[in-house]
């Protein structure tokens, strides 16, 4: 009822009523006749009774409210139904320069933010010095993490992480099945490498959340980093992935180092260790 109230007939296309319509908003028979449902079906699910709803009468519902993706999403909850994927409002794709912030904020440790499909948006100084990111590779951190050398020679916990990050990607993945995005990355990390292509085959899945990683930097010796992939509501298509020292090998003091000016003329090229 309180988002009948908030469209004005004139903004759904019909006659004000006048001095006939004695509330503001739209009539339950009106929302019904726009959405294409009977009024009775449309009284029914405003009451909450147990009635069979499909995906496509919500949206036309939603689309005759004028509901946010928020309150699109909350709607589905409500019947009962697996809500679409979010999506992101025209007013928020513009974040680039507070997410840019963020991870420079995050400063001495390396941080980065990457789209749906892995590929990497951005990333701080410390992900270029700690983890090797650079404009010269593909930057789709799936690929990056099979494929460059760099990184690879790097890390002690490669083995480990790399059925997690295969799994967390099928978990990505799945939940938008037939995305032509995803399937492109598929097809080339397959392509680019066999060990991912035998473990994809193995169907593990996992959901998005730390990975321990042990770094042997050229310079600074053994990091001991903690990878958490956090999402922000406003833009449900980008993950935000920070990384945090633990308390081992003096890992904090180490990327405090790495971040000063001393170190960083000795990484500006880096070298596999």
């Known amino acids: 009822m309180s988002r009948r109230a908030r469209v004005t007939p004139a903004e759904a296309g019909l006659p004000d009523g006048g001095a006939r319509r004695r509330t503001p908003g739209l009539r339950r028979e009106e929302v019904a006749v726009l959405a294409g449902v009977g009024a009775s079906w449309y009284q029914w699910l405003e009451q909450g009774r147990d009635i069979s709803v499909s995906p496509q ?24 139904l697996n809500p679409p994927p979010p999506q992101v409002a025209p007013e928020r794709r513009e974040m680039g320069e507070g997410l840019r912030r963020l991870i420079d904020a995050w400063m001495p440790y390396p941080a980065h933010i990457m789209d749906v499909y892995y590929n990497c948006v951005m990333y701080n100084d410390a992900a270029a010095a700690v983890l090797g990111m650079r404009p010269d ?33 099928r978990a990505a993945s799945s939940g938008r099945p037939g995305d032509e995005g995803y399937q492109a990355v598929l097809e080339r990390a397959s392509a680019a490498s066999a060990e991912f292509a035998a473990l994809w085959q193995e169907r593990d899945i996992e959901d998005a959340g730390q990975i321990r990683k042990e770094l042997d930097h050229p310079l600074a010796g053994l990091l ?33 180092w790495l971040a000063s000016p001393q170190a960083r003329r000795g990484t500006m090229h880096p070298v596999a260790g």
Do not use: M
């Open 137 to 169: 590779i593909t930057q789709n951190c799936l690929v990056d993490f099979f494929t460059d050398p760099l990184y690879r020679s790097r890390s002690r916990s490669w083995e480990r992480n790399a059925r997690t990050v295969v799994a967390q990607f």
């Open 224 to 256: 001991c980093l903690e990878a958490t992939a956090l999402k922000v509501p406003a833009r449900p298509d980008l993950t935000i992935v920070l990384h945090t020292p633990l308390d081992e090998a003096d890992t904090a003091a180490k990327l405090e």
């Open 57 to 80: 009468v919500l949206d036309a519902v939603a689309r005759v409210l004028r509901l946010s993706d928020a309150e699109r999403r909350h709607l589905y909850l409500l019947a009962g």
